[in-house]
């Protein structure tokens, strides 16, 4: 009896603790981080806290695979940080541009298509789980893809580079 009890203390404390670690996380996603580029032009948009848990839900799901913590298994030499996605081409480091390449993924420098590779939008056959994907999830996949450099620093893909 002792023994159940003590068990189902330590499991409650458990709880606890995860449930406020899962506090913290969603308070420290002030407004700044949720900022990210929509586009080439330079226009910014705030990302709710609804979408950065869709984009981790989506990304943690369907793309975590390939892209644990940024990095890009086919191809360690590019990785998901902010730096490799701006010298894409096109740039690739604003949410319109991520976009873009889930659904018409090319080479880095932009010169080939390579949908037959990577799984996207337009060829689901190849990777079935893009199928149900909506523009909603894209954009949100996106979104969580630019903030985590923020969230994670170093930890995602080649992280930040500071000056």
């Known amino acids: 009896m002792l023994k159940r009890l003590l068990f189902a203390a330590v499991a409650a404390l ?7 670690i899962g ?28 979408q950065v848990k869709q984009g981790q839900r989506v990304f943690v799901d369907t793309c975590s695979y390939c892209h644990k913590n940024g990095v890009t298994k086919p191809n360690p030499n590019v990785n998901l940080g902010l730096t490799a996605l701006a010298g894409a081409y096109p740039a690739r480091d604003n949410i319109e541009g991520i976009v873009d390449y889930l659904k018409n993924p090319t080479t880095y420098d932009g010169e080939r298509d390579i949908y037959e590779f990577h799984p996207n939008t337009t060829r689901s056959d190849l990777y079935p789980l893009m199928r149900n994907l ?22 995602w893909g080649g992280g930040k580079v500071y000056n």
């Open 134 to 155: 909506t523009d909603d999830d894209l954009e949100a996949v996106a979104g969580h893809i630019l903030i985590q450099p923020e969230v994670r620093g170093i930890l």
């Open 23 to 50: 506090s913290v996380n969603a308070v420290e996603l002030d407004e700044s981080i949720r900022t990210v580029k929509a586009n080439d032009q330079g226009e910014e948009v705030v990302l709710s806290l609804k």
């Open 14 to 20: 458990f709880l606890a603790i995860q449930f406020n």
